[in-house]
């Protein structure tokens, strides 16, 4: 495991990296999980071994510090992202962005497109959505005993790297999440600066039926026998897609 220190207050990012050929291959999470423990077995598939494999988790979540006084906000994430890629030297990346990370990499994007040079999104979350996990609570009350709901209410396969998720990041990252931001996350993904591709579930297949990406010409490659969590389901699946997809953006 690395760090790599982005503030507030000393907050360091943690991240596994696998050493291979540049571009660098930078992996984002979703909300509740934590990429090494997504994204290793995906990283090191015949169609991706190889390559530069950075794992980060967010703050707040996986092997990240949970500072009290950041707003764990979508832009919030981005930026402390793009700290992370400046200290380490890192531009034009390959990202994949899963899900809540996805809509992150919309914002990082737009905000600093010098430091993406394919996006691959998996999933990722568009516009705004109703967040039943966190709405119905206060922080306080969330913090006391809406956390501990929320992860007996989810599958243990999720649990597993939720718990290990701070509550108060847990809590700000959803509400947000949930608001998402202005511009919204499906005008980011249709003006964006930077190649982007689209990957989804073949058993989820929602991304396929938006008649606004369908128009748009974004594109869109299906991992077969997988949902939303497609890395989990079939891991091979899921690294020909990425490569098939950033070969799409070449």
Same mark, same amino acid.
């Given at each position: ?21 540049? @571009?660098? +291959?930078?992996?984002?999470?979703? %909300? ?7 994204? !290793? &077995?995906?990283? /090191? $598939? =015949? ?65 600093? @497109?010098? +430091?993406?040079?394919?996006?691959? %999104? ?7 959505? !109703? &967040?039943?996990? /966190? $709405? =119905? ?83 869109? &490659? ?29």
């Amino acid at each position: 495991m690395k760090q790599v220190e982005v503030g507030p207050e000393g907050a360091r990012l943690g991240y596994v990296e696998f050493d291979g050929d540049d @571009p660098a +291959l930078l992996f984002l999470h979703g %909300l509740g999980a934590c990429s090494p423990i997504y994204f !290793a &077995r995906t990283a /090191v $598939e =015949p169609a991706l071994a190889g390559r530069r494999a950075i794992m980060i988790d967010f703050l707040g979540f996986g092997i990240s510090d949970r500072p009290a006084v950041f707003g764990y906000t979508l832009e919030d994430h981005a930026d402390s992202i793009a700290r992370a890629l400046d200290t380490l030297g890192l531009a034009r990346v390959d990202m994949v962005a899963h899900s809540m990370g996805g809509s992150i990499a919309l914002v990082l994007a737009s905000r600093r @497109p010098d +430091l993406v040079g394919r996006l691959v %999104l998996a999933e990722p979350n568009l516009g705004s959505s !109703a &967040r039943p996990r /966190v $709405e =119905p609570f206060t922080e306080a009350a969330f913090v006391q005993f809406g956390f501990e709901q929320a992860l007996s209410e989810v599958d243990p396969e999720w649990g597993a790297t939720m718990r290990l998720a701070d509550p108060v990041a847990l809590y700000r990252t959803e509400l947000a999440l949930g608001r998402g931001t202005t511009p919204m996350m499906d005008e980011l993904l249709l003006n964006l600066a930077v190649p982007c591709a689209l990957v989804e579930g073949a058993l989820t297949a929602e991304l396929a039926e938006n008649p606004s990406i369908r128009a748009s010409g974004i594109p869109l &490659r299906v991992v077969s026998a997988a949902g939303h969590c497609m890395m989990l389901d079939n891991p091979a699946g899921f690294a020909r897609a990425i490569t098939e997809a950033l070969a799409d953006l070449s």
